[in-house]
């Protein structure tokens, strides 16, 4: 009798539960064998498969910043050029701080012509390095009224170069019946600060009264 005849006889002996038992067993047995060679496979391949995303993502959006790469980096030059060039608008003129700072003082200069302005005294304040550049300020101290101070404070924001108020001081000049007969009734010190495109010396402060 052969193998296969003899475990045919020994089924065949087997009661009805007893088969159905031995089938669910050789169900389970099939079933974990499918899961083992089929879906373990997949499902690694499937992680690695994930686990591979960010990667290739990175290299795709590389590959695209690299298409456009060209044409990027130009658009950027180009805007960081326009506005190098509104800067350079905005730099008093000079090969040096001081000549920058006569440049400032005659800036300046119109704005405290009025009648109602009498200035004592002008000079140039020591240069300060910024960077590449030196700010430069000239320091006024005059006698003027209110119009007249908000007058010359109006004028450094409009102006085309760029200007700012570096030290404002101002107190009553005169009191009383004095304060109504004459119109220097504020004495003003004020520091206007412009930039120059030069680098900043060291020297000091020059008067000019």
Same mark, same amino acid.
């Given at each position: 009798?052969?193998?296969?005849?003899?475990?045919?006889?020994?089924f065949?002996?087997?009661?009805?539960?007893?088969?159905?038992?031995?089938?669910?067993?050789?169900? +389970? +047995?099939? /079933?974990?064998?499918?899961?083992?060679?089929?879906?373990?496979?997949?499902?690694?391949?499937?992680?690695?498969?994930?686990?591979?995303?960010?990667?290739?993502?990175?290299?795709?959006?590389?590959?695209?910043? !690299?298409?456009?790469?060209?044409?990027k980096?130009?658009? /950027?030059? /180009?805007?960081?050029?326009?506005?190098l060039? !509104?800067?350079?608008?905005?730099? *008093?003129?000079?090969?040096?701080?001081?000549?920058?700072?006569?440049?400032?003082q005659?800036?300046?200069?119109?704005?405290?012509?009025?009648?109602?302005?009498?200035?004592?005294?002008?000079?140039?304040?020591?240069?300060?390095?910024?960077?590449?550049? /030196?700010?430069?300020? +000239?320091?006024?101290?005059?006698?003027?009224?209110?119009?007249?101070?908000?007058? *010359? *404070?109006?004028? +450094?924001?409009?102006?085309?170069?760029?200007?700012?108020v570096?030290?404002?001081?101002?107190?009553?000049?005169?009191f009383?019946?004095?304060?109504?007969?004459?119109?220097?009734n *504020?004495?003003?010190?004020?520091?206007?600060?412009?930039?120059?495109?030069?680098?900043?010396?060291?020297?000091?402060?020059?008067?000019?009264?």
């Amino acid at each position: 009798m052969t193998s296969a005849a003899a475990l045919s006889a020994r089924f065949r002996a087997l009661s009805q539960r007893e088969r159905l038992l031995l089938l669910a067993c050789a169900a +389970v +047995v099939l /079933a974990f064998a499918v899961v083992r060679l089929a879906a373990y496979p997949a499902v690694e391949s499937y992680r690695k498969a994930k686990a591979a995303i960010p990667q290739r993502q990175s290299t795709l959006l590389r590959n695209s910043l !690299a298409a456009q790469g060209e044409e990027k980096i130009d658009e /950027a030059f /180009a805007d960081v050029a326009e506005r190098l060039e !509104a800067l350079e608008e905005g730099i *008093l003129p000079g090969d040096n701080p001081a000549a920058a700072g006569s440049a400032l003082q005659g800036i300046l200069k119109p704005w405290v012509q009025r009648a109602d302005t009498r200035v004592t005294s002008v000079r140039a304040l020591t240069p300060a390095q910024k960077g590449g550049y /030196a700010e430069v300020a +000239v320091q006024m101290d005059l006698q003027t009224t209110t119009e007249g101070l908000a007058a *010359l *404070l109006a004028e +450094v924001p409009r102006h085309q170069k760029i200007l700012r108020v570096k030290k404002l001081s101002v107190s009553s000049g005169y009191f009383g019946a004095a304060a109504s007969a004459r119109k220097e009734n *504020l004495v003003v010190s004020i520091a206007i600060a412009g930039i120059a495109n030069t680098a900043a010396d060291q020297k000091g402060e020059r008067a000019e009264e």
